[in-house]
Antibody
Framework: QVQLVQSGAEVKKPGSSVKVSCRAP????????VSWVRQAPGQGFEWMGG????????NYAQKFQGRVTLTTDESANTIYLELSSLRPEDTAIYYC?????????????WGQGTLVTVSS | DIQMTQSPSTLSASVGDTITITCRAS??????LAWLQQKPGKPPKVLIY???ILESGVPSRFSGSESGTEFTLTISGLQPDDFATYYC???????FGQGTKVEIK
C-alpha cells in the first residue's frame, strides 16, 4: 500500500525558513500530482500549492506566492516544501497529499503530517 | 476563490443513526468534490470523490450526492468508528469546507 512519509517536526524562529520533505517508499512520486496543505491548530485546511514533477509544473496559492517553493529530487523520490519569512501564524501541521492517478485531482493519499512551530 | 460552506459545524448522533452533512459551493465545481474524514492526531482519509464515488475500501454506509452546487454526505447506520470530523473539498482549485464534527449524543 502506497504511503507518504514526511520529515519530522520543526521549531523555527520568525523570519527564518523551513523545508519539509515528502517521500514515497517503493513508489515513483514524480508521476503524480502532489499538493501541500496545512492545518493550523484546531482549524481547517488551507491549500498552499501543487507540483507535477514529471511535467515540471508548479501552482501556488496566491496567498503564499513569493514565500513558498515546491521542488523535487527525483533521485531521492522526494518532494520538498520550502516556506520562507516565517511568522507565528504559520504554526501548523503541513501535509503532502498525492492524487490517486495522474489528473484524478483528489487527494487520495496523505502523509502523516509535519508540525512546524514558529516561535521566538 | 471558490468558497465551500459546510453545515452543520457540529452534529450529535447515536450509533445506528443516519446523518447528513451538506456542502454548498459558491460557484459551479462540476462534480470535483471529495469528502474527507479526520480523526484527532491523524491525517485526513478520503471517503468519496467525484461527489458520489466511494473510495476503495470505504464502507458502503457512506454515500454522496449532488444537486447543482449543493453536495451531501450521508452516513447510514452510524458506527462507533464514524465519530470524527468530516470535511468537503472541491478539487477544481482546492478549497475546503470548515468541517463538521460528529459527536456522540
Amino acid at each position: 500500500q502506497v504511503q507518504l512519509v514526511q520529515s519530522g517536526a520543526e521549531v523555527k524562529k520568525p523570519g527564518s525558513s523551513v523545508k519539509v520533505s515528502c517521500r514515497a517508499p517503493g513508489d515513483t512520486l514524480s508521476n503524480y500530482g502532489v499538493s501541500w496543505v496545512r492545518q493550523a491548530p484546531g482549524q481547517g485546511f488551507e491549500w498552499m500549492g501543487g507540483i507535477i514533477p514529471i511535467f515540471g509544473t508548479t501552482n501556488y496559492a496566491q496567498k503564499f506566492q513569493g514565500r513558498v517553493t515546491l521542488t523535487t529530487d527525483e533521485s531521492a523520490n522526494t518532494i520538498y516544501l520550502e516556506l520562507s519569512s516565517l511568522r507565528p501564524e504559520d504554526t501548523a501541521i503541513y501535509y503532502c497529499a498525492r492524487e490517486r492517478t495522474l489528473y484524478s485531482g483528489y487527494a487520495a493519499i496523505w502523509g502523516q503530517g509535519t508540525l512546524v512551530t514558529v516561535s521566538s | 476563490d471558490i468558497q465551500m460552506t459546510q453545515s452543520p459545524s457540529t452534529l450529535s448522533a447515536s450509533v445506528g443513526d443516519t446523518i447528513t452533512i451538506t456542502c454548498r459551493a459558491s460557484q459551479s465545481i462540476s462534480n470535483w468534490l471529495a469528502w474527507l474524514q479526520q480523526k484527532p492526531g491523524k491525517p485526513p482519509k478520503v471517503l468519496i470523490y467525484k461527489a458520489s464515488i466511494l473510495e476503495s475500501g470505504v464502507p458502503s454506509r457512506f454515500s454522496g450526492s449532488e444537486s447543482g452546487t449543493e453536495f451531501t454526505l450521508t452516513i447510514s447506520g452510524l458506527q462507533p468508528d464514524d465519530f470524527a470530523t468530516y470535511y468537503c473539498q472541491q478539487y477544481n482549485s482546492w478549497t475546503f469546507g470548515q468541517g463538521t464534527k460528529v459527536e456522540i449524543k
